[in-house]
């Protein structure tokens, strides 16, 4: 089992930078495929990054790629979202999500453990 805890959120411009991480408690995250989630006001959760456990195998949506990057350091037992450029449109609560054999990287319910959630907020 491991606990999820999300950090870095907050308000930054249009074009701006954060830093997510989840720090995770009880097992290491490099025995999951690890999760970045978002969710907006009145919008579901949807998909933003997935790392295989073997930190090989990445997959990003196409709203976030080459301008998010997700990290993994097991020693820290935390993962890491670099988002650059942002956008107003990036403006949610983020979680990190993890799961065990997951299949489809984008699918919510292949995830087993959530953190709480940290707020980003773009603005224009």
């Known amino acids: 089992q491991v606990q999820l805890v999300e950090s870095g959120g907050g308000l930054v411009q249009a074009g701006g930078s954060l830093r997510l991480s989840c720090a995770a408690s009880g097992r290491n995250v490099g025995y999951y495929d690890m999760g970045w989630f978002r969710q907006a006001p009145g919008k579901e959760r949807e998909f933003v990054v997935g790392i295989k456990s073997s930190g090989v195998t990445i997959y990003y949506d196409d709203s976030v790629k080459g301008r998010f990057t997700i990290s993994r350091d097991n020693a820290k037992n935390t993962v890491y979202l670099q988002m650059n450029s942002l956008k107003p449109e990036d403006t949610a609560v983020y979680y990190c999500?993890?799961?065990?054999?997951?299949?489809?990287?984008?699918?919510?319910?292949?995830?087993?453990?959530w953190g709480q959630g940290t707020q980003v907020t773009v603005s224009s």
């Open positions: 999500a993890a799961g065990v054999g997951v299949v489809v990287s984008s699918t919510v319910d292949e995830y087993d453990y």
